[in-house]
């Protein structure tokens, strides 16, 4: 049984802190109320069991849970089956305890009477902000069950785009790590024994190999301790000024200026604005609420700032593909079927098709992308490789030479 940590307020109103074992948070919350607490904030408390692991790498990744939770729900729904009824029965088949936890608090809290959406939003890191807009629209138009359909599939179309892009780079990266692993092991292990060696004869070392010498001094030495706290310092520094509004400005604008991988990265940035403009606009959510939420979830501070302007042109009456083709971010044709779609209607449809285009064209970049890393990487491995070798044989045949 799960245990959550709680703030509380009892009836004298002095906060209280403190934990209690409950079947889910919404048994947790009664408990407390029994106890004349008033809970504000209650949260479970992860435990070492739903930790990391091989269960972890191995197992369905949160997002997927969650995309098969939704279609084996809208599924059951439109089966006749009652909401609650539906969560319940869920509740026995979800084999991650948290995710399973986070649903019989939601059925519980549905059965006293509150909204579905309101109990989403409580698990924001499960439910992000287009999962409970479009479930918001399904309850107050009642279809549900098609939105949370239309949810499970956008969300698994998205998977698939990130897997495609996840395993492009698995081989790259296994590769870079066998190539730094080796540079390693030649320089602290071959390199200090074969320059020992040499030093006793009384020759001088060649530079390249005084070189690596010292970087196995470096590697070997306190001193990789000072790189290592250096580089640390650097990464925590960095992270802290790229969570500022200028630092993402920054680091956005020149993802966009990569000489390769810019064109790439752009194309998905438009390619999840207008699918996820599309599928809003689909559920039945007005232009501006879809906008609204879209500029919290295209992932870029460039893109959000011109999906918020264009949500403001809306509600003064204007177009939206004009501070759209401004940002720089979406390409003037683009903008231009944009606006196409919006004055003949069909923004939805156009949009879609927007999507769709986009997509495949990134896909077809990265697979090409993918073929030509791999020999890049390898040829720069040889290079790395054969540079220490030249290196160590070196002073070897220096050595040998002056013997004859």
Known sequence: MPRYSYIAVDHRHKSAKGTVTAES???ARKHLRSKGLHPTDIREMKTAREGGGLSRVFGKSRKNQVADFTKQLATMLRAGIKLTEALGVLVGQISD??????VNDIRDRVVTGESFADTLT???NYFDLVYISMVRVGEVTGTLEGSLLTIANFMEKRQRIESKMITAMIYPAILICFCIGAVIFLTIKVIPVIATQIEKTGQQLPGITQLLVNISYVLTSWWLFVVIASIALIVWALRLFLRTQRGAYLRDRLMLALPIFGPLIRQRIVARFSSTLSTLLSSGLSMAESLKVVAQVTGNTIMNTAVRQARDRILSGADIATPLRDSGVIDPAIAHMVAVGEKSGELEHMLKTISENLESSSDIVIERL????????????????GVIAYATLLPILRFSAGQA
Not at 370 to 385: K, L, N, R, T
Request: glycine share 0%.
């Open 25 to 27: 948070p919404y048994a």
């Open 370 to 385: 993918s073929a030509a890393i791999e020999p890049v990487i390898i040829v720069f491995m040889a290079f790395i490789v």
């Open 97 to 102: 305890p948290r995710l399973r936890n986070i």
């Open 122 to 124: 409580e698990y924001d």
